[in-house]
């Protein structure tokens, strides 16, 4: 029997949170929803994710500041991480080498513009299977 895949989810949004969570239970995956960096980084350690899927605009530290620190740890370099935030990625153009190879980012979605059954699609691609 084959494990329901691990998705930690770190939006400060809670409506966001709730509509993600209900697609992503429905479709067979577990979910863990956090809402800042902190949270994010001890959910780590105690979920060990097969994808995390990110918001940048967090409270306290930011999520490119969580991405520095998943990184900096060796057992989490190979974690999938999508990042679905309200920043535009026009936003990040000229740090976009950081994000995709130091900072091993698959994909950057904006949520405007990314529906529901989009991301599933996304998460299916982009989750290794287990």
Same mark, same amino acid.
């Given at each position: 029997? !084959?494990?329901?895949?691990?998705? $930690?989810?770190?939006?400060? =949004? !809670?409506? $966001?949170?709730?509509?993600?969570?209900?697609?992503?239970? !429905? /479709?067979?995956?577990?979910?863990?929803?956090? #809402? @800042?960096?902190?949270?994010? &980084?001890?959910?780590? =350690?105690?979920?060990?994710? =097969?994808?995390?899927?990110?918001?940048?605009?967090?409270?306290?530290?930011?999520? %490119?500041?969580?991405?520095?620190?998943?990184?900096?740890?060796?057992?989490?370099? /190979? &974690?999938? %991480?999508? &990042?679905? #935030?309200? *920043? /535009?990625?026009?936003?990040?153009?000229?740090? #976009? /080498?950081?994000?995709? @190879? @130091?900072? !091993?980012?698959?994909?950057?979605?904006?949520?405007?513009?990314?529906? *529901?059954?989009?991301?599933?699609?996304? &998460?299916? @691609?982009?989750?290794?299977? %287990?």
């Amino acid at each position: 029997m !084959k494990h329901k895949p691990n998705l $930690l989810l770190i939006e400060p =949004d !809670k409506i $966001l949170a709730d509509i993600y969570r209900s697609a992503l239970v !429905k /479709n067979q995956y577990n979910v863990v929803i956090v #809402s @800042n960096a902190q949270a994010g &980084i001890y959910a780590v =350690d105690k979920l060990l994710p =097969d994808l995390i899927i990110l918001e940048l605009q967090l409270t306290k530290h930011s999520g %490119v500041e969580f991405l520095y620190e998943l990184r900096s740890y060796s057992e989490w370099q /190979n &974690i999938p %991480v999508i &990042i679905l #935030s309200m *920043v /535009n990625f026009s936003e990040f153009k000229n740090s #976009s /080498n950081i994000l995709f @190879n @130091n900072l !091993k980012v698959k994909a950057y979605y904006h949520k405007l513009t990314t529906s *529901v059954s989009e991301l599933l699609e996304i &998460i299916q @691609n982009n989750i290794a299977v %287990v």
